[in-house]
């Protein structure tokens, strides 16, 4: 599945999912919910190494040999790819030096304030916060919280018994790498929320939920800070949160009994693409193909295609380092690539390795092979490529 397509396909998922999520009140099946679809981008990224159908026929091609003259007037002349990396790179490196720099600054204040244990929990007051939150396992609290403290920390306690900063720094991480991806930023809005309907519902079983939602009121007009770990500077949540506090839990189950199975179909549709490409491989069973697959144009046209897509990796042209990289793949019924695999692993460098895999991935649609019948089969190929200094 395209990276693209698998995108649009999880946004369609997620708004479905939030258009029920606002209204129940199954804060920690949410919050698996939630912590599943944040780790939904990754899945394009995962290997699937389905082997081959053991009744394939089989080709191997002649070596393609590759220069070093070849390769270096071809990266002169192509596009240089390094660009895009530069320009992701870039937003991970920026949001990495802010995340840091923060964390930097509440361990100096975390240094400067006054600490005590409740029931085995780190508990710091210092002047410097202005909100109460939690920094890991530890409570952090300004010192004029006066009457309501035994609210707040009660609330705050509930989020480190519960580990919620696993799923803050899980969050954060995943929206460091996927900047790019808008849906991550609308999760983590989501995780941050519903982490804070969790300790809201834990704190109402423990105080009047009159008393307790005077409490959480009480720091809406409280200075705002810039930090991500905060959850009480934004008033239109903190609306929210009381407006949960006194829902009642009656839609909650209708709800579920839809958006389930739509998170379900969501995170299924890669795992249902691999097993569709499984089901087609039970179809060629059997099958002996006569004639074997074709490159569009023939090989001197293969030849040419991976004379200039391939790069000959730097690391390894400054070594004066050389090898042959045996690519398998499976050109199937319909003519696409399959299945890129390499034949000699342990024989030749995991930097050839990755670049020969990268250039047959890219390779166009082929001719498939026939059978006897004159009917087209799936085939599996063997391309040497010659790494060559």
Same mark, same amino acid.
């Given at each position: 599945? *395209?990276?693209?397509?698998?995108?649009?396909?999880?946004?369609?998922?997620?708004?479905?999912?939030?258009g029920?999520?606002?209204?129940?009140?199954?804060?920690?099946?949410?919050?698996?919910?939630?912590l599943?679809?944040? @780790?939904?981008? +990754?899945?394009?990224?995962?290997?699937?190494?389905?082997?081959?159908?053991?009744?394939?026929?089989?080709?191997?091609?002649?070596?393609?040999?590759?220069s070093?003259?070849t390769?270096?007037? @071809?990266?002169? %002349?192509?596009?240089?790819?390094?660009?895009?990396?530069? +320009?992701? =790179?870039?937003?991970?490196?920026?949001?990495?030096?802010?995340?840091?720099?923060?964390?930097?600054? +509440?361990s100096?204040?975390?240094?400067?304030?006054?600490?005590?244990?409740?029931?085995?929990?780190?508990?710091?007051?210092?002047?410097?916060?202005t !909100?109460?939150?939690?920094?890991?396992?530890?409570?952090?609290?300004?010192?004029?919280? $006066?009457?309501?403290?035994?609210g707040?920390? =009660?609330? *705050?306690?509930?989020?480190?018994?519960?580990?919620?900063?696993?799923?803050?720094?899980?969050?954060?991480? @995943?929206?460091?790498?996927?900047?790019?991806?808008?849906?991550?930023?609308?999760?983590?809005?989501?995780?941050?929320?519903n @982490? *804070?309907?969790?300790? #809201?519902?834990?704190?109402?079983r423990?105080?009047?939920? #009159?008393?307790?939602?005077?409490?959480?009121?009480?720091?809406?007009?409280?200075?705002?800070?810039?930090?991500?770990?905060?959850?009480?500077?934004?008033?239109?949540?903190?609306?929210?949160?009381?407006?949960?506090?006194? %829902?009642?839990?009656?839609?909650?189950k209708?709800?579920y009994?839809?958006?389930?199975?739509?998170? =379900?179909?969501?995170? $299924?549709?890669?795992?249902?693409? *691999?097993? #569709?490409?499984?089901?087609?491989?039970?179809?060629?069973?059997?099958?002996? =193909?006569?004639?074997?697959?074709?490159?569009?144009? $023939?090989?001197?046209a293969?030849?040419?295609?991976?004379?200039?897509?391939?790069?000959?990796?730097? %690391?390894?042209?400054?070594?004066?380092?050389?090898?042959?990289?045996?690519?398998?793949?499976t050109?199937?019924?319909e003519?696409?690539? /399959?299945?890129?695999?390499?034949?000699?692993? #342990?024989?030749?460098?995991?930097?050839?390795?990755?670049?020969?895999?990268?250039v047959?991935?890219?390779?166009?649609?082929?001719?498939?092979?026939?059978? %006897?019948?004159? /009917?087209?089969?799936?085939? !599996?190929?063997?391309?040497?490529?010659?790494? /060559?200094?």
């Amino acid at each position: 599945m *395209e990276t693209l397509e698998f995108i649009l396909l999880q946004a369609l998922g997620i708004a479905v999912f939030l258009g029920f999520y606002r209204r129940s009140g199954e804060h920690m099946l949410n919050r698996l919910i939630l912590l599943g679809l944040v @780790l939904l981008p +990754l899945w394009p990224y995962l290997e699937w190494n389905w082997p081959a159908p053991a009744t394939l026929s089989s080709w191997t091609l002649s070596d393609v040999a590759l220069s070093k003259v070849t390769t270096s007037i @071809l990266e002169e %002349s192509g596009f240089n790819w390094n660009w895009l990396w530069i +320009l992701y =790179a870039v937003p991970v490196v920026l949001l990495l030096i802010s995340r840091i720099g923060q964390m930097l600054v +509440l361990s100096k204040q975390l240094k400067q304030g006054r600490t005590s244990w409740v029931n085995g929990f780190r508990i710091v007051h210092s002047p410097a916060f202005t !909100e109460p939150f939690t920094l890991g396992r530890t409570v952090c609290l300004p010192p004029d919280l $006066g009457e309501n403290e035994a609210g707040i920390l =009660a609330h *705050e306690l509930v989020h480190v018994r519960q580990s919620h900063f696993v799923d803050l720094w899980l969050t954060e991480l @995943l929206c460091i790498v996927f900047w790019f991806n808008p849906l991550m930023w609308l999760i983590r809005k989501q995780i941050h929320l519903n @982490l *804070e309907y969790l300790s #809201d519902a834990a704190c109402a079983r423990q105080f009047e939920v #009159d008393t307790y939602a005077q409490t959480l009121y009480a720091y809406v007009q409280s200075k705002h800070t810039a930090l991500w770990v905060n959850s009480y500077s934004r008033f239109d949540q903190l609306k929210m949160r009381i407006s949960m506090l006194y %829902s009642t839990s009656k839609i909650k189950k209708k709800a579920y009994l839809v958006w389930v199975p739509v998170f =379900a179909f969501t995170l $299924g549709i890669g795992s249902c693409q *691999e097993q #569709d490409a499984i089901s087609q491989g039970e179809t060629i069973e059997n099958t002996e =193909a006569v004639v074997q697959p074709s490159y569009p144009g $023939g090989m001197e046209a293969l030849i040419q295609f991976i004379s200039e897509h391939v790069k000959y990796p730097e %690391s390894l042209k400054a070594k004066n380092r050389e090898g042959r990289v045996m690519v398998g793949f499976t050109i199937d019924a319909e003519g696409m690539v /399959k299945n890129v695999n390499v034949k000699n692993p #342990d024989q030749v460098d995991a930097e050839f390795q990755a670049e020969a895999i990268r250039v047959v991935n890219a390779m166009p649609k082929w001719s498939a092979a026939q059978n %006897s019948d004159g /009917k087209a089969v799936a085939a !599996e190929m063997v391309l040497p490529i010659v790494f /060559k200094l």
